[in-house]
């Protein structure tokens, strides 16, 4: 079993609808959560992180952390062709150097 | 400072030659990354260093991949006798990590694409 769950999609949607993301993972060590924007043939981007269990917002963006079930999401809201990627979630702790990265999920936003 | 540099961008070569990337981190970033990442896969970690020590290697990395970090600037990735296997995009990280247990924000290069014939 992978320590980070990510389904890999390919998920379609029409332009302005919300978007779920979604990770589990077994390490109950991680700390601090991220979401990575990876466009094709370029290097992985952060979009945001959090640390605790609870939401987080930033712009159209919403990052949920459930640690009492190890699972995360992303939420994207009215969502746009330019939010057309693979989206990775990313987990770490102090204890490790290292990020753990999920297998991505790719998304298509239809104009 | 342009980001995290990686060359070549792209490289073919013959199944049992030698290839060596590069890697330019963040100048002011303490440690550095590689990552490997296969078509439909997320970054898969490779190794890591603070400064010029290598704090860890997966497991996965052969006997035939090495990575150095002289003076802890740029970083080197050389893959010994490749194989099609190895075909894959080779992914460069940087981060400054201080003290305590804030998060690893890791910026990544563009990726060097290996293509073994």
């Known amino acids: 079993q992978k320590e980070v769950e990510q389904d890999p999609g390919p998920l379609s949607v029409p332009e302005g609808a919300i978007v779920s993301l979604n990770c589990t993972y077994s390490?109950?060590?991680?700390?601090?959560f991220m979401w990575y924007r990876q466009y094709s043939r370029k290097g992985p981007e952060l979009l945001m992180y959090t640390y605790s269990s609870g939401n987080k917002e930033d712009g159209r963006f919403t990052a949920q952390v459930d640690k009492s079930s190890k699972y995360i999401s992303l939420f994207i809201r009215d969502s746009q062709p330019s939010d057309s990627a693979t989206y990775l979630c990313a987990m770490g702790s102090s204890n490790t150097g290292k990020l753990i990265f999920g297998q991505g999920t790719t998304l298509q936003v239809k104009p | 400072d342009t980001g995290v540099s990686q060359d070549p961008r792209h490289k073919i070569t013959k199944r049992g030659q030698n290839v060596t990337f590069r890697c330019d981190p963040i100048?002011?970033?303490?440690?550095l990354y590689w990552y490997r990442q296969t078509l439909g896969q997320g970054p898969e970690f490779l190794t890591y260093f603070q400064n010029e020590a290598q704090l860890e290697k997966s497991r996965l990395l052969s006997d035939r991949f090495s990575a150095e970090r002289p003076k802890g600037s740029f970083s080197t990735l050389e893959i010994q006798r490749t194989e099609q296997g190895d075909s894959a995009m080779y992914l460069c990280a940087s981060s400054l990590r201080g003290e305590g247990s804030g998060a690893n924000v890791l910026t990544f290069g563009a990726g060097s694409r290996l293509t073994v014939l």
């Open positions: 390490n109950s060590a991680f700390q601090y």
């Open positions: 100048s002011e970033h303490n440690r």
